[in-house]
């Protein structure tokens, strides 16, 4: 079977979920269910622990001796999501990437506005930084838990911490105003990137007054410099590909290394399928070699 065909699935399954309409409880109930399907490294442990008082996951192979600290933000635009959902996305970067990869359950929106989920994640970070050096660990995040590794950065240099060896952004929701220009070009082949449904999302994150603030919408950060190097992946058939083309000019303009690589055809976060079709498979080992590139200890 093509790829083609394999997103034309996807698209499928997709349009029969919303068809459901489950609600906010339920799309939560049904996001945090998938991990027990799905297809694990030989070797993948989940170790829980307490991250300052967040909740948070260890995601490893085998063992973590010398390996780099991955803090993934998860997706769900701040309104759904956990350790749980992400638990397979995580398996696959620590294989790929020769990583721990820490997942983290920040406080969900509507019930928990911003900057709560910031406050958690800088939380987390402080508690990774009592244990590694800053050079060993990398931010990362997919889709709205991009917009949080991104603004988790802008934050830390506010408050003068150590930034991160790099930055991933995979399928980055680094507008929350939703200006981009590929909102309707690519509304037909994008199944999962309605500009209504994300504005209501970010609404609910963030109220009406914040949607451009920067710790937000990183994107409208008056300057970038002082990020760390920055690794952005995107699928040309996103709604969002304009956040990632626009967030990564404001980045070079800024002086900030950056690299962007835009994937023929694919979908919002298509890492997620890694079990079915060959360009996750093919992107999640490109961010293992992206930061191989880069000077990261471990």
């Not at 911003?114 to 931010?139: M, N, W």
């Not at 995107?234 to 083309?245: H, I, Q």
Request: aromatic share 8%.
């Amino acid at each position: 079977m093509s790829s083609e065909d394999i997103l034309q699935q996807i698209r499928a399954e997709f349009r029969a979920m919303k068809q459901q309409k489950l609600g906010l409880a339920g799309n939560r109930e049904l996001m945090d269910s998938g991990w027990q399907n799905a297809k694990y490294p030989p070797g993948t442990q989940f170790v829980p622990f307490d991250a300052g008082g967040v909740p948070a996951e260890r995601v490893f192979i085998d063992d973590t001796a010398g390996k780099k600290i991955i803090l993934h933000c998860h997706g769900g635009g701040y309104n759904v999501g956990s350790t749980l959902s992400h638990r397979p996305l995580a398996a696959q970067l620590a294989q790929d990437c020769d990583a721990v990869c820490i997942t983290f359950n920040f406080r969900l929106a509507p019930e928990h506005k911003f900057p709560c989920a910031l406050e958690d994640a800088i939380t987390v970070y402080r508690h990774l930084l009592s244990q590694h050096a800053p050079g060993r660990i990398v931010v990362s995040g997919d889709s709205g838990g991009a917009s949080l590794a991104f603004a988790l950065c802008l934050a830390l240099r506010e408050q003068s911490l150590p930034q991160p060896a790099a930055l991933v952004g995979l399928s980055a929701w680094l507008d929350f105003a939703c200006e981009g220009n590929t909102f309707e070009v690519n509304k037909p082949k994008d199944p999962s990137g309605n500009r209504g449904g994300l504005t209501m999302m970010a609404i609910a994150y963030a109220g009406k007054d914040n949607l451009k603030h920067p710790l937000v919408s990183p994107l409208y950060a008056e300057s970038l410099a002082g990020m760390p190097p920055v690794l952005l992946q995107v699928g040309t058939a996103e709604t969002l590909l304009d956040d990632s083309r626009r967030f990564a000019a404001k980045a070079m303009q800024d002086g900030v290394a950056v690299t962007l690589q835009e994937w023929p055809e694919m979908i919002h976060v298509w890492h997620c399928f890694y079990s079915r079709l060959p360009e996750a498979r093919q992107a999640l080992a490109a961010i293992g070699d992206w930061l191989r590139a880069q000077t990261i200890s471990g």
